[in-house]
């Protein structure tokens, strides 16, 4: 079965960076888009950034274009959301997604696999 686990969430300081990375089995990994989507609590889930099969094309939400870069290796199964520039408003935990396609799209229910999240919590 498809299996995607996060990594690389914590607690930092407003300014920071931190990278998370999120490793896929049971799929076939180069032909799936993958997203990043992100929850704080009392809201809903939101999309942050995601990527093409091949890796040449992605998409941010207005809120983090600029301060995170979503990246992907094929030969190790894994994408990558590198966060810099952390804000408080960052809070929140964060998902990996996979969907059976290689258009990075932003909405969650086109996404089929997701991960259990990894919180990251942003202090000011």
């Known amino acids: 079965q498809v299996q995607l686990v996060e990594s690389g969430g914590g607690l930092v300081q407003a300014g920071d960076s931190l990278r998370l990375s999120c490793a896929a089995s049971?799929?076939?990994?180069?032909?799936?888009?993958m997203g990043w989507f992100r929850q704080a609590p009392g809201q809903e889930r939101e999309f942050v950034a995601a990527?093409?099969?091949?890796?040449?094309?992605?998409n941010y939400a207005n809120s983090v274009k600029g301060r995170f870069t979503i990246s992907r290796h094929n030969a190790k199964n894994t994408v990558y959301l590198q966060m810099s520039s952390l804000k408080p408003e960052d809070t929140a935990v964060y998902y990996c997604?996979?969907?059976?396609?290689?258009?990075?799209?932003?909405?969650?229910?086109?996404?089929?696999?997701w991960g259990q999240g990894t919180q990251v919590t942003v202090s000011s």
């Open positions: 997604a996979a969907r059976r396609g290689i258009i990075p799209v932003t909405i969650d229910s086109e996404y089929n696999y």
């Open positions: 049971g799929l076939t990994f180069s032909t799936s888009a």
């Open positions: 990527i093409s099969g091949s890796g040449g094309s992605t």
